[in-house]
């Protein structure tokens, strides 16, 4: 993309910030460019917190339900998967999702409560309970 092009619509996931992105000069050199956002940007980047949105509410109601642990819930509300749940936690991923049924997650240790509880920044009582309604951290 060329220097003049980069988009500037003012995007609002930008919050009045401004984004660095590479674009081409009159040279034909790649150089820093601010841009305050692009509408296509903004709008593939709402429909995926969208969809995160709705995956958590989901993991709520199936949590309420006794269907998964508190875990998948909590996990989802922060914004982890299982991939980056493993990697902050040192549990292997097969640990994880065994921890993501209710049977498993009510006979996990303190230990192993604390080590999610410390990633998540959450106290163990949180972990372990649900709200009636979802709550997304600002």
Same mark, same amino acid.
């Given at each position: #993309?060329?220097?003049?092009? /980069?988009?500037?619509?003012?995007? &609002?996931? !930008?919050?009045?910030?401004?984004?660095?992105?590479?674009?081409?000069?009159?040279?034909?050199?790649?150089?820093? /460019?601010?841009?305050?956002?692009?509408?296509?940007?903004?709008?593939?980047?709402? #429909?995926?917190?969208?969809?995160?949105?709705?995956?958590?509410?989901? &993991?709520?109601?199936? &949590?309420?339900?006794? +269907?998964?642990?508190?875990? &998948?819930?909590? #996990?989802?509300?922060?914004?982890?998967?299982?991939?980056?749940?493993?990697?902050?936690?040192?549990?292997?991923?097969?640990?994880?999702? @065994?921890?993501?049924?209710?049977? /498993?997650?009510?006979?996990?240790?303190?230990?192993?409560?604390?080590? !999610?509880?410390?990633? #998540?920044?959450?106290? /163990?009582?949180?972990? @372990?309970?649900?709200?009636?309604?979802?709550?997304?951290? +600002?």
């Amino acid at each position: #993309m060329e220097q003049k092009n /980069v988009p500037q619509d003012n995007s &609002a996931t !930008y919050q009045g910030q401004k984004k660095l992105v590479y674009a081409v000069d009159e040279t034909g050199h790649y150089t820093g /460019v601010q841009s305050t956002g692009w509408e296509v940007e903004s709008f593939a980047t709402q #429909m995926a917190v969208d969809d995160l949105q709705q995956q958590t509410d989901e &993991a709520l109601l199936q &949590a309420q339900l006794g +269907e998964v642990s508190p875990l &998948a819930y909590h #996990m989802l509300r922060l914004r982890f998967d299982i991939v980056s749940l493993a990697q902050t936690t040192g549990f292997f991923q097969w640990q994880i999702k @065994r921890h993501l049924t209710p049977k /498993v997650f009510n006979k996990l240790s303190l230990k192993k409560l604390a080590v !999610y509880s410390d990633v #998540m920044k959450l106290t /163990v009582d949180e972990l @372990r309970s649900l709200p009636k309604q979802n709550t997304t951290p +600002e």
